[in-house]
Each structure stands twice: as C-alpha cells, then as structure tokens.
C-alpha cells in the first residue's frame, strides 16, 4: 500500500518558538494533502487541505499567519507552528491522497508539547 | 450541519463479535470510510463504502444504508489486538472526509 512519512514522531519545544512538521508520500504522488490536530479522546478535526502548487485552504477557525503550510511539490507537505503556545500542544497527522486512490493514507502523527 | 455519530465506547470478549454503528447527516455522500486508530498513533485504513451492502475482508466487515444515513463495522474472533478506537468518516459533496469522535473498543479476556 502507499505509504506517507511523517515527521518528527514527536518533538517538545519552548512556548514563542517555531516548530516545523514533514510530511512526505514515499511511493506515489500526492495531488493532495491534509493536515489534521487532534486533542486527547476527541475527533480529528481538519485544519487546511493543501494541493500542490497552490495555496492551502485552511478551515474556519485555524489561523494561517501561525499554522503555514507550504506544498511545494508532490511528495512534500510541511506544517510550520509559528510562535507556539502551551495550548497548541496537540497530536498532528498529515493524509495524502492521490487520483488513483480511494481512501486517504495517514503519517504516523506528531505529538507537539509546548513547555 | 453536517454529524456523524458513534457510541464513545464499546466493551466486548475475546473471540466474540462486537458491532460498531454509525449514522451520518452530511452535505452530499461520496463514501464512508471506516479507520482503525491504536492510541498515539495515526489511523489506518479499514473499509470503504459507497454503494448499499455489505463489504467483508477477513475478520472485519462493514455495511452501508445510504437511505438511513446509516453504516456498522463488524468484527468477528475479536483479539486483544482490536483494542483500538475505530473511526468512522464519510466523504461529503467536496469530496472532504468528515470525521466521527470515535468509537473506543475494550477488549476483555
């Protein structure tokens, strides 16, 4: 099956730094990437939708001067978590998914913790 | 607006069967998706439906009411394995994947 990376797995950072996250699909082209946050025992909630060579969209509620996404080419997306605060400490999974797939395949997730 | 509900969580036996139900109230239908997700860890693909029915694979199957907005996810010969949160998603008139909060599954010996 296709496979998508993520990474880091986890990363621990001070609050006002920045904090980026990888997301590549290893063995197909991704036309189209999502980012996910997840909070503890709660639905993943989708932040923006990004395809490649334009801008992402992002959903009501995310700010996009401090989530950026950049997707640059079709087998690269990152998430870039500017000025992070405690309560940006989440769980972030990336999804990709291509024109000859069905179904969605998902990174393996980054735990952020802002301290 | 558009929901999808699952119970929050399910308790079952070891080499029983456990039935996970979902009903769905989305803007268009595209499909539904059933995802398996092992706490800290990202989902993983389990079923896709988008015509009326039943689909099997194995020890898992899952049917589609498309009339009653309705889908169950079946498992068969449970194992401590299958202890996991089991997420139900449909795809809406955008083609966007709406999720359900899950469904956390106990597995008993």
């Known amino acids: 099956g296709a496979v998508v990376s993520q990474h880091p797995s986890w990363v621990i950072c001070k609050s006002g730094t920045s904090v980026k996250i990888e997301c590549r699909s290893l063995?197909?082209?991704?036309?189209?990437m999502f980012w996910y946050r997840q909070f503890p025992k709660q639905s993943l909630m989708l932040m923006a939708t990004s395809n490649e060579g334009s801008k992402a969209t992002y959903e009501q509620g995310v700010e996009k001067d401090k989530f950026l996404i950049n997707h640059a080419s079709l087998t690269l997306s990152t998430l870039t978590v500017t000025s992070a605060h405690p309560e940006d400490s989440s769980f972030y999974i990336c999804?990709?998914?291509?024109?000859?797939?069905?179904?969605?395949?998902f990174g393996q997730g980054t735990r952020l913790t802002v301290v | 607006g558009q929901n999808i509900d699952q119970p929050t969580e399910m308790t079952a036996t070891e080499g029983a069967i456990v039935q996970i139900n979902c009903t769905y109230q989305t803007s268009g239908f595209n499909g539904l998706f059933w995802y398996q997700q092992h706490a800290g860890e990202a989902p993983t693909f389990l079923s896709y439906n988008v015509l009326d029915g039943l689909e099997e694979k194995g020890r898992f199957s899952s049917f589609l009411s498309r009339s009653k907005g309705y889908s169950y996810l079946l498992l068969k010969e449970l194992q401590m394995k299958d202890s996991a949160s089991y997420l139900c998603?449909?795809?809406?008139?955008?083609?966007?994947?709406?999720w359900g909060a899950g469904t956390k599954l106990i597995i008993k010996p």
């Open positions: 999804s990709a998914t291509s024109g000859g797939h069905t179904e969605a395949f």
């Open positions: 063995d197909f082209q991704a036309t189209t």
């Open positions: 998603a449909v795809k809406d008139s955008n083609y966007q994947l709406i």
